[in-house]
């Protein structure tokens, strides 16, 4: 009996000396700060969701404008940005061709592909919910959960510097001009948001 307990010590005493336990007890007292570290690193990072009609015009063009804008200020690791649309319309659509090609001209490239607000997940992982006009907005208060999804949202006028709309009009069965009105008033906008947003950094 004692020469069993004596190997049994022996055994636990070699495993704790072992160059592998260290590791996994190193790992094991590790693991809560790691998960803490990716948890501040995940909740550091602001997430922005911009919403339209259909999701082919204003709201893809919102996105690449503030993408532009949040890389020139070296920030494209503090932002996580995306858009959707109220109705599922144009889902797995490109952006308008349209509006690609007025995009394009200023530089732009519309890379997103048309996607519905998903409500149950959306509203927990945005901290911004942009509206384009009065009615994205009022279809995206309905589609909220609870009063802390509504306070995510606003209009991407809100944040106009230069211009005095109220909302970016929907250019989708006009011509050119409204197009180029998009595009004015979001670089406009965006600027004001990015402004916005650094300061709640
Ligand atoms: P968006 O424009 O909301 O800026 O993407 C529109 C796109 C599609 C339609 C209307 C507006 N539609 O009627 O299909």
Known sequence: MFDFLNNLY???????NSNCSV???????????????????????????????????????????FKGLVNKAGLSNRFEIDSAGTIAVHSGEMADSRMRKHAQRRGYSLESISRKVKPFIDFDYFD?????????????????????????????????????????PDPYYGGDQGFELVLDLLEDACEGLLTSIHNDF
Do not use: W
């Open 23 to 65: 590791f996994f007890l190193t790992l094991l007292l590790n693991t809560p700060i790691f998960v803490a570290f990716l948890y501040l690193f995940y909740t550091m990072k602001k997430k922005v969701l911009f919403v339209c009609l259909g999701n082919i015009c204003r709201s893809p063009s919102a996105e690449a404008v």
């Open 128 to 168: 911004y919910i942009i509206a384009m006009d009065d009615q994205n907005y009022s279809d995206l208060v309905g589609m909220a959960l609870s009063d802390k999804h509504i306070d995510k949202i606003s209009k991407m006028t809100d944040y106009s510097k230069k211009f005095n709309y109220s909302e970016v």
């Open 10 to 16: 022996c055994c636990l005493l070699e495993f704790f």
